[in-house]
């Protein structure tokens, strides 16, 4: 299916769920995880159709994390159809209200530390609501929320993935860091990932990122109006969400 067929395909699947709008705009926003497209309608309301174009339990897993979030009362737009069939659309979907508010990025840029100030606070009362929700293990969901796809806990994976295989890896091959401090950076994980795989087990936001926390505001208040990237949702280590919010990657 060419672009112009899959978004006639598109506005036909958003049209059959509100039928009593008429579809402005079909916005393509690009490929990463999936490939997102923005439907805005006449009354500036817009919803997000989401195809999984690589792996489609990332689709349900979406789902089923926003379904958990608002089971626990917290805040996330909701999900307007599911569909995994690929009978409407050559790949599965998901549709979701687009919501509102502005990347967390956005205040960033501004840099008014007062106003940061409310933002992130209005941002740990919004993840700590996360960690209320535990969990007997620590791991990546296999779709629903109470089966483990990988037998590696977290800190084992992140540790293979960043230390010996990626990042750390490739400072060292790059020069960045010598020999002897990789092999610090080596000793140090493995003398305490006992400890890390002690810590007490939670929902975590695994992508945390100025890019991924939406803030709404009032005259008086912020508060976070969504989060997307909800495919890294798991069950971890609260401060991994911490660490995140804190020091961002890529900013530099």
């Known amino acids: 299916m060419n672009k112009e067929d899959l978004k006639k395909g598109i506005m036909q699947v958003v049209q059959s769920q509100f039928p009593g709008k008429i579809i402005k705009t079909v916005e393509d926003k690009g490929v990463w995880i999936k490939h997102i497209f923005k439907i805005t309608f006449d009354d500036n309301t817009s919803v997000y159709v989401k195809l999984a174009v690589r792996d489609f339990s990332d ?41 509102t508010g502005k990347p967390l ?16 606070r209005a941002v740990g009362e919004y993840y700590s609501k996360f960690a209320d929700i535990t969990n007997d293990w620590a791991g990546v969901w296999d779709v629903v929320p109470d089966k483990k796809k990988y037998p590696l806990h977290p800190a084992e994976a992140m540790y293979q993935l960043e230390i010996e295989q990626g990042s750390g890896y490739k400072a060292f091959s790059a020069g960045v860091i010598t020999p002897e401090q990789y092999e610090q950076i080596k000793t140090v994980w493995q003398d305490n990932i006992s400890i890390l ?42 401060d991994v969400t911490a660490a995140h919010v804190l020091y961002p990657p890529f900013l530099q």
Not at 113 to 118: A, E, M, V
Not at 200 to 228: A, G, N, R
């Open 59 to 99: 689709i349900l897993m979406e789902s089923n994390a926003i379904d958990l979030l608002h089971k626990n009362g917290i805040h996330q737009p909701g999900v307007i159809q599911v569909d995994t069939s690929c009978s409407l659309l050559p790949y599965p979907f998901i549709i979701q209200d687009a919501g």
């Open 105 to 120: 990025s956005y205040y960033l840029v501004k840099n008014d530390t007062s106003q940061l100030k409310h933002i992130y």
């Open 197 to 238: 795989k002690e810590k007490p087990v939670c929902l975590i936001h695994y992508s945390p990122f100025p890019w991924t926390i939406y803030i709404s505001e009032t005259e008086c208040s912020y508060q976070v109006s969504k989060i997307t990237a909800l495919g890294d949702v798991i069950w971890w280590d609260a």
